[in-house]
T-cell receptor
Framework: AQSVTQPDIHITVSEGASLELRCNYSYGATPYLFWYVQSPGQGLQLLLKYFSGDTLVQGIKGFEAEFKRSQSSFNLRKPSVHWSDAAEYFCAVGGFSGGYNKLIFGAGTRLAVHP | DAMVIQNPRYQVTQFGKPVTLSCSQTLNHNVMYWYQQKSSQAPKLLFHYYDKDFNNEADTPDNFQSRRPNTSFCFLDIRSPGLGDAAMYLC??????????????FGPGTRLTVT
């Protein structure tokens, strides 16, 4: 069965520090992988996606993620965190059923940023 | 800008009083989804429409229904809201598998309070 694990429920970093959010997935075929960000009281915004090709993908807001098939991981990184990055981050794997895509979400990682 | 719009952003209803949440999209996507998200949890898929075809998740309560009168609009009806239905409701859209794109685009959500 498809599943996504985000091991860290809460992470706190200082502004300007680097960030890595972990994501592990279980999927029987080549996965379609996504990171979404959700600010309080808002919907989900797509940060980046991986379908194929280069395993290091760049996203919006200075984020990047690296797909490692051998580790079944898709970790999100940012070299220098800004206070506005405080939010909930969801990793998701996409699978197909019929003609539509279905997202399986991880439980999320809540990021707090200290000034 | 093309987008997913949800109205209202905040909805208060009484226990047992039917309520309808609205979603519209200007992306012209085939597929529309409704998710329920409770505090500090991942979004949970309730159902989706692939064009006019309605697809219910197996564990979605009968209390939740949906309508899609045309490509642009989709409604979530909660027939008899209980206190446990208080949550954020997210609408999302995507193209179908044949398009070769797989991401979902989310609206800002409707926060439902049940009194």
């Amino acid at each position: 069965a498809q599943s996504v694990t985000q091991p860290d429920i809460h992470i706190t970093v200082s502004e300007g520090a680097s960030l890595e959010l972990r994501c592990n997935y279980s999927y029987g075929a080549t996965p379609y992988l996504f990171w979404y960000v959700q600010s309080p009281g808002q919907g989900l915004q797509l940060l980046l996606k991986y379908f194929s090709g280069d395993t290091l993908v760049q996203g919006i807001k200075g984020f990047e993620a690296e797909f490692k098939r051998s580790q079944s991981s898709f970790n999100l990184r940012k070299p220098s965190v800004h206070w506005s990055d405080a939010a909930e981050y969801f990793c998701a794997v996409g699978g197909f059923s019929g003609g539509y895509n279905k997202l399986i979400f991880g439980a999320g990682t809540r990021l707090a940023v200290h000034p | 800008d093309a987008m997913v719009i949800q109205n209202p952003r905040y909805q208060v209803t009484q226990f047992g009083k039917p309520v309808t949440l609205s979603c519209s999209q200007t992306l012209n996507h085939n597929v529309m989804y409704w998710y329920q998200q409770k505090s500090s949890q991942a979004p949970k898929l309730l159902f989706h429409y692939y064009d006019k075809d309605f697809n219910n998740e197996a564990d979605t309560p009968d209390n939740f229904q949906s309508r899609r009168p045309n490509t642009s609009f989709c409604f979530l009806d909660i027939r008899s809201p209980g206190l446990g239905d208080a949550a954020m409701y997210l609408c999302a859209t995507s193209r179908d598998r044949a398009s070769g794109t797989y991401e979902q685009y989310f609206g800002p959500g409707t926060r439902l309070t049940v009194t």
